[in-house]
């Protein structure tokens, strides 16, 4: 959808020296004293990961500990002000405080309150709606729906969970749907996320590359109009028909 017919038919062949020419560094002969000491340092870092329940240090205190590592004057391999003019500031700041407001949607019991307001049940107090349980294809529907569209508010996908799911199991809840394959439904349509260059991590980095010619914007709206309704509607059919054939029932 992005590119002619000219272009499908020439050949793609790229070679290892050809991406070592383009980023500047030699893919083949042994390792430079920065490569060994980044690769030293990648490995202390994913042993360490791995090593979690040994000595209790959560990941993401071992990441930053070994970022830190990566930009002193000794053991680095960069230089700290080089490395901070490249770090996405607002995109760290937009998913964090997405994911405080996942955990306090959870916490605080608003999740509940708020999907037994929408469809009764205990979740929703005194205060709850009609009670009558909604179609299983018509909320399914609606969550696949919402979870889809997530992507144009929020970048990250973890976010998105992180927001969604809370509501859509207190939701599933009170409308006698399972909270499992409510949650993971919401979760794969979450996984959409092509329409804008701001729609998610990925797509926000390889949208300006210095020196290449990449997507438009017009390119990622022409693929979304196609590509976000048949996510959807994928994902609603595997809910509604495959998933509980494997095991997740719906209700």
């Known amino acids: 959808m992005t590119t002619t017919r000219e272009d499908r038919r020439r050949p793609v062949s790229l070679s290892a020296a050809e991406v070592g020419a383009s980023a500047g560094v030699a893919v083949t002969g042994r390792l430079t ?12 870092v994913v042993v360490l990961w791995c090593a979690e329940p040994l000595h209790g240090v959560p990941p993401a205190v071992v990441a930053r500990i070994g970022a830190v590592v990566a930009c002193s004057p000794w053991l680095g391999t960069v230089r700290l002000g080089e490395a901070l003019k490249t770090v996405p500031w607002s995109m760290l700041l937009f998913m964090a405080a997405t994911t405080a407001m996942g955990v306090a949607l959870t916490t605080s019991g608003a999740a509940a309150r708020l999907a037994g307001g929408l469809f009764g049940g205990p979740a929703g107090g005194t205060g709850g709606g009609t009670g009558a349980a909604p179609p299983t294809w018509l909320f399914l529907g ?6 889809t569209l997530a992507h144009l508010v929020l970048q990250s996908r973890s976010a998105r969970s992180g927001v969604l799911v809370p509501l859509v199991i207190a939701a599933a809840a009170g409308a006698g749907i399972s909270p499992a394959a409510a949650a993971f439904a919401s979760t794969a349509a979450a996984g ?9 991590k990925p797509v926000v980095l390889f949208h300006k590359v210095e020196g290449v ?17 048949l996510t959807a509607a994928l994902v609603l059919a595997f809910a509604l028909y495959v998933w509980p054939l494997l095991g997740l029932a719906t209700r």
């Open 213 to 229: 010619t990449t997507y438009t914007r017009r390119d990622l709206l022409r693929v979304s109009a196609v590509l976000g309704p």
């Open 142 to 147: 609606a969550v696949v729906v919402v979870s």
């Open 33 to 44: 004293h920065h490569q060994a000491r980044a690769a030293a340092l990648l490995a202390v």
């Open 192 to 200: 959409f996320c092509l329409t804008l260059p701001s729609s998610a």
